[in-house]
Structures are given as structure tokens and as C-alpha cells.
């Protein structure tokens, strides 16, 4: 077969190098350790489970012939893009950031990793975590250190005000309460 329609995977110990344009890492590069934890567990997974399991799956479609037409080949070949795409974007991330843990001087204040209670001017209890943008999950409440109430919030301790802009305009929020 030719050189031309054969392309040869990286082994088991080489990432691929290539990084697109649109999956640079974005976001301020701080995370808490678990953030942290979690993102180095996704990328063992798919770097030493998924991708030898797909990369055997394919070996195994591709012995069967035509791969014109054969789907679980061309399915296998497409899910091993997205987990080198996956991969690479993970290496490059995990690289760049800094674990922030939080400091005995910073208690009672709010600073990244902090779960803050607030209320707001109708009397309406909210309760958020400032964490690094990859940790992001608006169903738990946690908010990007980047995100317009996290500035507001930073340096402020129970009992203070912040006002927060935001696109409706702005709003008053009290600190209800601050933990770590």
C-alpha cells in the first residue's frame, strides 16, 4: 500500500504535538487541587485507556477490508481524533496552570477557592464558589475568578457590600458568609 493513505499513530508514550487554533487554552490559568486532580484523572483515562482501546479497535476494523465502507472503522478513526484533540488540549492546559491553595492569613475574606453565601437587594440568598475557569458548573454554583461577581467579591469579607455590574445594570450584594 502506499505511504500516501497510511498515517502512522503516535505510540504509547508520544502525544501529538499540534495544537488548533480555536483549542488554545483560554481563561486565567489557576485552579484549585481538585480541579487540578480531576483534569490529570480525564487525561490519564483517555491517554492510557481509551486510546489504546480505540486504537485496538481500529487495528481490528481496519483487517476487515474495505475501508470505504466500513463504519466501525471510520467511527474508530474519527473517535481517535477527538481523544488526540482532547489529549493535546488537556497536555497543554495541565502545563499551564497553578494550583492555588487557600491561605490561613485569608480567612473570613473572599479569595479564589472561597464559598461565599451573598444576598442580594430583594432579600435572595445565592451561594457561590470562586474557582479557576476550568472548574466552572453553574449547578453547583461555581463561578469563574474572571466572572463580574467573583472581581466584585475578591478582598471583601461578611458583612460587606459589593456592587456587581452586570448586562440588566448594576446590583448591591451583602456577604452573608465566607468559608474555605
Known amino acids: 500500500m502506499s505511504k500516501a493513505f497510511?498515517?502512522?499513530?503516535?505510540?504509547?508514550d508520544e502525544l501529538p504535538d499540534e495544537l488548533e487554533e480555536e483549542q488554545k487554552p483560554q481563561g486565567s490559568p489557576v485552579i484549585t487541587r481538585e480541579g487540578y486532580e480531576r483534569l490529570q484523572?480525564?487525561?490519564d483515562k483517555l491517554w492510557k485507556v481509551e486510546?489504546?482501546?480505540v486504537t485496538n479497535e481500529v487495528m481490528w476494523a481496519a483487517a476487515q477490508g474495505d475501508r470505504s465502507e466500513n463504519a466501525e472503522y471510520i467511527y474508530?478513526?474519527?473517535?481517535?481524533r477527538e481523544i488526540d484533540r482532547r489529549v493535546r488540549w488537556l497536555k497543554k492546559r495541565l502545563e499551564s496552570l497553578e494550583i492555588v491553595e487557600?491561605?490561613?492569613d485569608q480567612k473570613g475574606k473572599v479569595f479564589f477557592g472561597a464559598y461565599v453565601d451573598v444576598k442580594d437587594e430583594?432579600?435572595?440568598r445565592s451561594k457561590y464558589r470562586i474557582v479557576g475557569s476550568d472548574e466552572i458548573d453553574l449547578k453547583r454554583g461555581w463561578i469563574s475568578i474572571d466572572a463580574p461577581l467573583a472581581k466584585a467579591l475578591l478582598g471583601k469579607?461578611?458583612?460587606d457590600f459589593a456592587l456587581?455590574?452586570?448586562p440588566k445594570g448594576e446590583i448591591e450584594v451583602e456577604i452573608v458568609s465566607v468559608r474555605y
Do not use: I, M, W
Open 157 to 159: 469579607k461578611k458583612g
Open 41 to 43: 484523572a480525564e487525561f
Open 164 to 166: 456587581v455590574s452586570r
Open 76 to 80: 474508530g478513526k474519527r473517535r481517535l
Open 51 to 53: 486510546r489504546p482501546k
Open 6 to 12: 497510511t498515517k502512522e499513530e503516535p505510540g504509547e
Open 102 to 104: 487557600p491561605h490561613p
Open 122 to 124: 430583594d432579600g435572595k
